[in-house]
């Protein structure tokens, strides 16, 4: 299994402004992903972050966005941009290891956009 | 149809009951079942893992898959206030394919 951290846990943000995910995984892995949760609804796949390219965006994710990097096989960003109250939301980061099909996931990120 | 239906009603059974929740799929090229766990503000822990139908046994949790049915279970025996969580069901068919989630059961169990 990996361990991953994830920060900040949670912020509050000014609509209009943007706000950078961190994601650090304690092991080299082949995938990570960014989702995003809201109360009641499932998992949303957001994008996968590819290392040392552009990320896959699911539709209705857009780079503008939601823009993402991953410098290394251990390090992932989001950035949520322009943020208004809708992108208030619990995000959160995911890795999986060489051909396994299972995932593992970040403590999320608890997002209010006032 | 969904791709993953998980019927999101919450739970609520006393101490000591036995806890039965079910997902049903749509996409026969599912191979690979999880559960998952998640406490309030946290995120989810992988909890139970099965490849393919039968059945697979860690403590008190049991994991059920039945592919002809298209129909994952998951038990836990003699539930404690502890495993009050919501429970989401996630399937793949394997490789680079992307996890497809339901919708989480909220659980309580009540002392």
């Known amino acids: 299994s990996a361990v991953i951290s994830q920060k900040p846990s949670r912020d509050i943000c000014q609509r209009g402004t943007s706000l950078t995910i961190q994601c650090q995984v304690d092991?080299?892995?082949?995938?990570m992903f960014w989702y995003r949760q809201q109360p009641g609804q499932s998992l949303t796949l957001i994008a996968t972050a590819n290392q040392g390219s552009e990320a896959t965006y699911e539709s209705g994710f857009v780079i503008d966005k939601f823009p993402i990097s991953r410098p290394n096989l251990t390090f992932s960003t989001l950035t949520v941009s322009n943020m208004s109250p809708e992108d208030s939301s619990i995000y959160l980061c995911?890795?999986?290891?060489?051909?396994?099909?299972?995932?593992?996931f970040g403590q999320g990120t608890r997002l209010t956009v006032v | 149809q969904k791709e993953v239906e998980q019927d999101p009603g919450p739970l609520s059974v006393p101490e000591g009951a036995i806890v039965s929740l079910n997902c049903t799929y749509s996409?026969?090229?599912?191979?690979?079942f999880m559960w998952y766990r998640q406490y309030s503000r946290k995120g989810p822990e992988l909890l139970m893992y099965t490849y393919s139908s039968g059945n697979k046994e860690d403590g008190r949790f049991t994991a059920q898959v039945d592919k002809s049915s298209k129909y994952i279970s998951l038990f836990i025996r003699d539930s404690q206030p502890s495993d009050s969580a919501t429970y989401l069901c996630a399937m793949s068919a394997g490789g680079n394919n992307r996890l497809a989630f339901g919708k989480g059961n909220q659980v309580v169990v009540i002392p």
């Open positions: 995911s890795a999986k290891t060489g051909g396994a099909a299972e995932a593992f």
């Open positions: 996409n026969s090229a599912f191979q690979y």
């Open positions: 092991s080299q892995v082949t995938m």
